[in-house]
């Protein structure tokens, strides 16, 4: 079926009524698709059980949303649904959604342990049976906990721990994307964390994983899967070079400042992903996976050595704008929060 948003954005995936657009974030609606009549909110336990089971509710979940549009388990049970089909970036949007109508500070703690559980399950399951999936949406969430929990708890932490542990149970091949995928989650969560002092944890916990990545799971005599294995794990390293490198560089550069000024400085930073050297870093990790690649498939040096000094460029932009006290901010939209 398909979406177009009025901005002019369209996307390949099946509406259940009520979508948000990825570009504008404006909220959608394809229509009706649940039965007609008062329809009970089901309890997220109930919704987290049909998930599991693989049973279809769309249709429920819903009319629950359009008879209670102020609910936010109605919107919970949306969000878990577009989870289950393997589209966890509409599900980040619409969960984002069901945060904005909770005012209570425990009860949104809670909803944000219950979706990094939910949609590092699917994200884990959808692997299992061989299917198809796109990246999470985690930076609305994650701007939740940081501006509205005062970081006490973490989304992308949660799903990228879920992420992590449900990559044991799966074949080299799909632990490898789930592995690779869990650290642009983490990359998520630095564009809405102002201070770089924090961004040094989080880029050693995803060099740490990336080492940890074993060469092969469990023993085989089949040559084939051994190579899958060790190039898998030997594909991970290299991705994960960029954070390594930007690691480094970062935490030279603020052993040579006091806290006050790095108090100071994180103060000018905006937390609602906009930020423009947090930008820097998310381009350096694209131009990393590029340069993986390249040194994967042996592509001639000159070209492999050009793609390594853009991609160290960047980094350092990363860090010397930061440093510099720059504020430039992108032009996208925020953080869509509901």
Excluded at 271 to 289: E, I, P, W, Y
Excluded at 321 to 336: I, N, P, W
């Amino acid at each position: 079926m398909g979406c177009r948003c009025q901005c002019g954005n369209e996307y390949g995936f099946d509406p259940i009524g009520f979508w948000v657009c990825h570009a504008c974030h404006s909220m959608n609606d394809s229509g009706p698709v649940g039965k007609g009549g008062m329809q009970d909110v089901p309890e997220p336990e109930r919704v987290d059980e049909l998930t599991v089971g693989g049973e279809e509710f769309a249709a429920r979940a819903d009319a629950s949303v359009r008879t209670h549009p102020d609910s936010w388990k109605a919107w919970y049970a949306l969000g878990a649904t577009y989870a289950s089909r393997g589209n966890v970036f509409e599900a980040g949007l619409v969960w984002a959604k069901a945060a904005s109508l909770i005012d209570d500070s425990e009860t949104l703690r809670q909803l944000i342990g219950r979706c990094s559980a939910s949609m590092s399950g699917c994200i884990v399951r959808v692997f299992q049976a061989s299917g198809k999936c796109n990246s999470p949406y985690a930076i609305g969430l994650e701007y939740v906990c940081v501006n509205r929990l005062d970081g006490s708890i973490s989304f992308c932490e949660g799903l990228y721990d879920g992420l992590m542990q449900g990559s044991e149970k799966l074949v080299p091949s799909d632990a490898f994307a789930i592995v690779n995928l869990s650290a642009l989650v983490m990359l998520q969560r630095m564009a809405v964390v102002s201070d770089i002092r924090e961004h040094t944890a989080i880029m050693r916990r995803i060099a740490s994983g990336a080492e940890a990545f074993p060469g092969c799971r469990g023993k085989t005599l089949n040559p084939v899967k051994r190579m899958v294995s060790k190039k898998s794990a030997q594909y991970t390293d290299l991705l994960a070079e960029p954070f390594r490198v930007a690691l480094c560089r970062v935490e030279e550069a603020i052993g040579r400042r006091t806290d006050a000024e790095l108090d100071e400085l994180a103060s000018k930073q905006p937390c609602d992903g906009t930020a423009g050297f947090t930008d820097r870093l998310s381009k350096a990790v694209m131009k990393g996976t590029e340069v993986a690649y390249m040194r994967a498939t042996r592509a001639p040096r000159e070209d492999i050595e050009a793609a390594e000094a853009e991609m160290s460029r960047l980094i350092d932009e990363y860090v010397s704008m930061y440093f510099a006290g720059d504020q430039t901010r992108l032009m996208d939209e925020a953080v869509y929060t509901g």
